[in-house]
């Protein structure tokens, strides 16, 4: 398994403003992901972040409204910006492991008002 | 594409009654296959997982048979405890992109009472 820890845990933030969220991994891992949970609904992934390479975006998903970073191989940042009330979301995010199976972070939930 | 679809909930049982939460899939190729678990204020957990055909993935008195024929992993617990309450969502990897995206079913809401 793995031990992910993400800040922060929750934060309420006012419309237009930017979050950044970020993901520490107990141990080395190639790639790490990102989801969203809007709420009552399932998880969509955002994006896979490989360091050293700019992340890959899903369909429905920029750049620049989700900017990633991952500087070594056992962290990375999700950045929300310029954010609206449809923002608000749990975001995790995760890392594979052995055969395929991927462990998620507790989340931080995002209310923007 | 590849998608995973989920009984819908929520699904409310008494202590100590049997669960079974549907799950089928539709993919190309053999996708390993997962249940995660959501309790309340938390983040996922990796509840139990199959790899390959009629393999069982078991964990906390869950279960899951990855049936090919059917394309189906249901879960089923013999007796449900109050702590089961949860969200339980099925999900298979993806890898047609050429990293290991997971698909998600809709979740389904699991309510046991004493």
């Known amino acids: 398994s793995a031990v992910i820890s993400q800040k922060p845990s929750r934060d309420i933030c006012q419309r237009g403003t930017s979050l950044t969220i970020q993901c520490q991994v107990d141990?080395?891992?190639?790639?790490m992901f990102w989801y969203r949970q809007q709420p009552g609904q399932s998880l969509t992934l955002i994006a896979t972040?490989?360091?050293?390479?700019?992340?890959?975006?899903e369909s429905g998903f920029v750049i620049d409204k989700f900017p990633i970073s991952r500087p070594n191989l056992t962290f990375s940042t999700l950045t929300v910006s310029n954010m609206s009330p449809e923002d608000s979301s749990i975001y995790l995010c995760?890392?594979?492991?052995?055969?395929?199976?991927?462990?998620f972070g507790p989340g931080t939930r995002l209310l923007v008002l | 594409g590849n998608s995973v679809t989920q009984m819908e909930g929520p699904v409310t049982l008494s202590e100590e009654a049997f669960l079974t939460i549907n799950c089928t899939y539709t993919a190309t190729g053999y996708p390993s296959l997962f249940w995660y678990v959501q309790y309340p204020g938390e983040g996922l957990q990796l509840l139990l997982k199959a790899t390959k055909a009629d393999d069982k993935g078991s964990n906390k008195g869950f279960e899951a048979t990855y049936r090919k024929e059917t394309t189906s992993f249901h879960l089923e617990k013999g007796s449900v405890q109050v702590s089961d309450s949860a969200v339980y969502f099925c999900?298979?990897?993806?890898?047609?992109?050429?990293?290991?995206?997971?698909?998600f079913g809709a979740g389904t809401r699991l309510a046991v009472h004493p």
């Open positions: 999900a298979l990897s993806d890898l047609s992109g050429g990293y290991n995206k997971l698909i």
């Open positions: 972040a490989n360091q050293g390479s700019e992340a890959t975006y």
């Open positions: 995760s890392v594979e492991r052995l055969q395929e199976t991927q462990y």
């Open positions: 141990s080395q891992v190639t790639m």
